[in-house]
């Protein structure tokens, strides 16, 4: 799937994402690559930091919408390995 398509398998997805009131946990980032806000880390002199976690399955409706191969390929993992 592209990023074009995530938030298109259903409409709670896609409300989630649109973000018009509040900062959205659940956003398309470089690459094209889904990922969900799952925590908060402290930074230095900075204000706090989220994690976010790659989302292979819509939380609302059960899609699948990447896997963990094209989540590797996207954020360059792939090449980082064979690099190694």
Known sequence: ????????????????????????LITVGDGGILYMSVGLIEMEDEEPGMIDHPVFFCPFCGTKLQTADEVRVKSGAIEDEAAS
């Open 1 to 24: 799937m592209s990023g074009e398509s995530f938030g298109n398998c259903c409409a709670e997805l896609k409300e989630a994402m649109s973000g018009e009131d509040f900062e959205p």
